[in-house]
């Protein structure tokens, strides 16, 4: 998620008109350096958050203890949450560089609304969901709450950084309606976006790919007990490989007839 | 979804320097025809989806047949692509007319890719969901993909209208950096759609809104029996909303003990 839109802000920017030696060294450098960390941080960002998304889905990590898992899934969030503050921090001074009015577009109404979105995300999951203070029966009724919004806020950054695209385009190329091969290039790169993103959310909301929740049942309570606590690396867990496995493919069955039967109503 | 789209390109375009009278009456109107034609038809087009999408969502909707339910959604759904192909021709049209080349940006291309998906989405409805030749078990096993694709194809071209929108008011508004109230409108209509969307994706996602599966499963399956196949209509089940009622409330407290069991290993 990283290298192509640095490619795509480089490329774009070959076209313009070079400014002079001087000006380059001071005011556009400062311009160039700003655009550049918006750009690269905001596409982490997306990438960290989907990252976290999909961390507890692999199911090479259900062997991991679900402590460490949402450590993980905590610190992938937090990350992404920095860049999106720095980037947010970097385009408002690029625009203040530049004397360009702050928050006037609907990708920046979006793009905040996002970032709002995610910041309040976070700070409900750290209370709830990892502090160990939360009643079990909060949690139940607020996960399914904390999954849509998370999957809600990926979709809405991913239709920001479209539009983010689309004001660049036409920012940058002035013969963008030409099909020039920039345009063509960051519109593929759009293309790719959508499908990573379906990917993203197809591997998030299968059944068969949630983590199995029995195993480690008693290390998950708020100050449960200690013994199973102490499988926090995925190493001391290789001997579950097999079992796991063989729970998972018992899951996939299962949910293959729970599907038949109700579906058998289609 | 179709009033305000309308509102903001009448109010844009008021802005904008009038033709001549001899202009108007030719190749101006038929440019601000096919543009009209466009965007309502675009919206019209979202806004019967998404009805389509929450169909089967609402609960007053359960105590009618589920093949009734079958035809309003895929009515709604060939409605909303019939409108998609119209609005379609309509752009081409007023591109060609203003000679203006085809298929150049991200929105389009991003709209096509949605508007494809869609046909095909809808084709293969018709022949797994709609006619009775599919077997139960590629209907179970299609179903996932469709309501995925479904929501998908939903948030697609929500992103696409924000494109769109974005490009709009860059496009027609010259002083949109200095926020003026076409601008303030057009974005706080973007807000309204995320809203819009999002309350869409959470009733479409909800297990407890799910239509139950057991009143009338004789009549779903493919070829099956006559008798209840004569509920096609609501006013024939009033006397089950009792039931009904009674039966959602169940589903809401099993999925919440089920909810509660799974996550107390968070």
Redesign the interface.
Known sequence: MLLPPMLAAGWTQRRRTRPSARRYFDAVWERRRARCFYKVLSNRESGGEATAIIVYRLPWTWKCS?LLM?FIHAGLNTIAMILAIVSLVAVFDFHNAKN??N?????S??GL?AVILYSLQLVLGFAV?LLPFAP??L???L??IHI?SGL?IF??V??TA??G???K??FALKN????PPE?IF??TL??LI?IFG?LV??MA??PQWKRP??Q??KL??PNGGTEDSAMTDCSKAEKADVEFNSEAAARKRNL?LD????????
């Open positions: 679900k949402k360009i009015p928050m006037y577009s609907l990708h109404w979006i609304t969901f079990v029966s949690r139940a009724s996960m399914p849509y809600l979709v809405t991913i239709a479209f539009m695209f689309t004001e385009l036409l963008y309606k030409a099909s345009g960051v519109n759009g293309l959508l379906a959310l197809w909301t299968r929740p029995e480690n049942s998950q309570q293959k599907e038949t039967g109700q579906r058998s109503t289609m």
